[in-house]
């Protein structure tokens, strides 16, 4: 799913000279149990924000790792970083609230 993200924006990324990267830890990852539909619209939305954001020859990555939850057991964390503005704390911090709501 995420090398598909990536085709699908490498136009957009060499015409700015945005580079965005799969880290290794991708190749791993079992397959997952998920809404496919929602979540490529959910990581389609932050990595084309991530590459909006991110400055002419910056770069965007993208990582994985699982992580255990107390509740749900064993989960997959997926993290994207840009070289782009950020987020500014009182946002971040109201925005990743919403999805911890939005994902349970």
Known sequence: ML???QKSY??????RNISLELDESI??????MVDSELLLKALDNVIVNA?????D???VTISVCTVEDDRQGMCVEIRIQDTGIGIDRPIWTSSSKNCINWAK
């Open 10 to 15: 490498q136009k957009d990324l060499e015409t």
């Open 57 to 59: 020859g910056g770069s």
């Open 27 to 32: 190749n791993g990852l079992q397959p997952l």
């Open 51 to 55: 590459i909006k954001y991110t400055p």
């Open 3 to 5: 090398r598909l993200i």
